[in-house]
């Protein structure tokens, strides 16, 4: 299993942003995934999910209404859209794929930093 995330970068506050998820080694369309970051000196802040065929979709109060979460299963790809970043949502984004007892696999994380 490989996960690689992209899409990082450093933008402004109110600005948006992209992320990627590349998955290989499983079958991608089978499985839940999940985004998770973790901010500076911060702990591990599960950011949203969605459902193997993309039809349910679930996101963490601090983001509800900012960021979208979109999979392409013909290309083994999960994305997150970001908009009206602010700098409390500066961090290390994960991708995992997720199992009904957890996330099992996780990616190495792509960086947002949030600054004026």
């Known amino acids: 299993v490989q996960l690689v995330e992209s899409g990082g970068g450093l933008v402004q506050p109110g600005d948006s942003l992209k992320l990627s998820c590349a998955a290989s080694?499983?079958?991608?369309?089978?499985?839940?995934m999940s985004w998770v970051r973790q901010g500076p000196g911060k702990g591990l802040e599960w950011v949203s999910a969605i459902e193997s065929e993309g039809s349910s979709r679930t996101y963490a109060d601090s983001v509800k209404g900012r960021f979208t979460v979109s999979r392409d299963n013909a290309k083994n790809t999960m994305y997150l859209q970001m908009n009206s970043l602010n700098p409390a949502d500066a961090a290390v984004y994960y991708c995992?794929?997720?199992?009904?007892?957890?996330?099992?696999?996780w990616g190495k994380g792509t960086l947002v930093t949030v600054s004026s």
């Open positions: 080694g499983f079958t991608f369309s089978n499985y839940y």
């Open positions: 995992a794929k997720t199992e009904e007892a957890g996330m099992d696999y």
